[in-house]
T-cell receptor, first 112, second 110 residues
C-alpha cells in the first residue's frame, strides 16, 4: 500500500506560471520529502521537511506541511520547460524502523 | 563515482531465468533498500536492510530475495523471472539526514 497520494495526477501549465502539487498521507511521519524524476529514470531529491516544520524554501521551491491535515504542498514558482518531470512525495514514518513510502506521482508538463 | 551504483543499468532476460541486480554504495550508510517502480504506481519497497545482519521484507517481496554481503553491498535476486517483474528497480541508502538513490536498473523479462 502506498502512504502518500499526490494531487493532481497530471498538471499542464505555461512557462512562467506557478505549479502547485499536493500530497496527502495517512500515518504519523518523521519527515516528508519531494523527489523529481525525469523521463522515467533516476530520482532527484528536491527537499525534505520535518514534522516539526511548517514551511521550507529552496530556490524556486516552497514546501508546506500541515501535520493536522496530514498534507503537504510543493510550489514551483516561475516554472520552466526544464521543470517538466514526474514529482513524487515520500513519507518517512515515525519510529526508528521507518521506511520511505512513495505516492504514485504527479506528471508536470511545462509548455514553452 | 556515484554514491550509489547499480549494475547492470539495463537488462533483458528470459522468463524462468535467475537474475541478480547489484548495488554498491560509498556513503557508509548502514541502511539499504530495494524499490521497484511500475508506470503509474510510484515506488514500492521490495526489501530493506538496516545493517549487515538485518534483512526485512517490504510490500512486494514475493518472487525476490536479497543478500547483504557487506555494509556497502546489497543485491537483489529474481530466482525465476516472470514478465510482470518487468520494471525499473532502484537501490537506495539512508542515514538520519536522508536518502540517496541509485540511477536505477531497467529490467525487461520476455
Amino acid at each position: 500500500s502506498q502512504q502518500g497520494e499526490e494531487d493532481p495526477q497530471a498538471l499542464s501549465i505555461q512557462e512562467g506560471e506557478n505549479a502547485t502539487m499536493n500530497c496527502s498521507y495517512k500515518t504519523s511521519i518523521n519527515n516528508l520529502q519531494w523527489y523529481r524524476q525525469n523521463s522515467g529514470r533516476g530520482l532527484v531529491h528536491l527537499i525534505l521537511i520535518r514534522s516539526n516544520e511548517r514551511e521550507k524554501h529552496s530556490g524556486r521551491l516552497r514546501v508546506t506541511l500541515d501535520t493536522s491535515k496530514k498534507s503537504s504542498s510543493l510550489l514551483i514558482t516561475a516554472s520552466r520547460a526544464a521543470d517538466t518531470a514526474s514529482y513524487f512525495c515520500a513519507t518517512d514514518g515515525a519510529g526508528a524502523n521507518s521506511k520511505l513510502t512513495f505516492g504514485k506521482g504527479i506528471t508536470l508538463s511545462v509548455r514553452p | 563515482d556515484a554514491d550509489v551504483t547499480q549494475t547492470p543499468r539495463n537488462r533483458i532476460t528470459k522468463t524462468g531465468k535467475r537474475i541478480m541486480l547489484e548495488c554498491s554504495q560509498t556513503k557508509g550508510h548502514d541502511r539499504m533498500y530495494w524499490y521497484r517502480q511500475d508506470p503509474g504506481l510510484g515506488l514500492q519497497l521490495i526489501y530493506y536492510s538496516f545493517d549487515v545482519k538485518d534483512i526485512n521484507k517490504g510490500e512486494i517481496s514475493d518472487g525476490y530475495s536479497v543478500s547483504r554481503q557487506a555494509q556497502a553491498k546489497f543485491s537483489l535476486s529474481l530466482e525465476s523471472a516472470i514478465p510482470n517483474q518487468t520494471a525499473l528497480y532502484f537501490c537506495a541508502t539512508s542515514d538520519r539526514y536522508g536518502y540517496t538513490f541509485g540511477s536505477g536498473t531497467r529490467l525487461t523479462v520476455v
